[in-house]
């Protein structure tokens, strides 16, 4: 029973570094307002085409993740502006942040949820 309980509590350990390093990879930014006013940039909603027609930032540029458009569009944007990513909750942002930093852009950041984005002026 006690190596039961053992194999539970360091299966629990690997699991939370596990989800914390899932995290850094996206590389959620913790205060959005903080790092928007330091290097203000471009916010790309990756939300699908619904998800963006019941609410998006109005400076927003929309390209779903979940398609090609995101690809295509992305090919087109300056690798040396800032972009600020978003979904719904973090991960397809995170996603589409790793896409982009393999793909020469080095100032992305995953803003995570709309609700992180939504007050940014």
Known sequence: ???????????FILAFF???GSSTAQGIVKDIKTQWNKEP??????????????G?????IHADWMSDDFRKK????????????HCEAGGRSGQAVEYLRKNGFKKVYNAGG???IKDLK
């Open 18 to 20: 596990a989800c914390q």
């Open 114 to 116: 709309y609700d992180q």
């Open 56 to 60: 998006h930032h109005p400076k927003a």
């Open 41 to 54: 940039g471009i916010i790309v909603d990756v939300r699908t085409p619904d998800e963006w027609n019941n």
């Open 74 to 85: 992305s090919a087109t944007w300056d690798k040396n502006k800032t972009y600020y990513l």
């Open 1 to 11: 029973m006690r190596i039961l309980h053992v194999s539970f509590f360091y299966l």
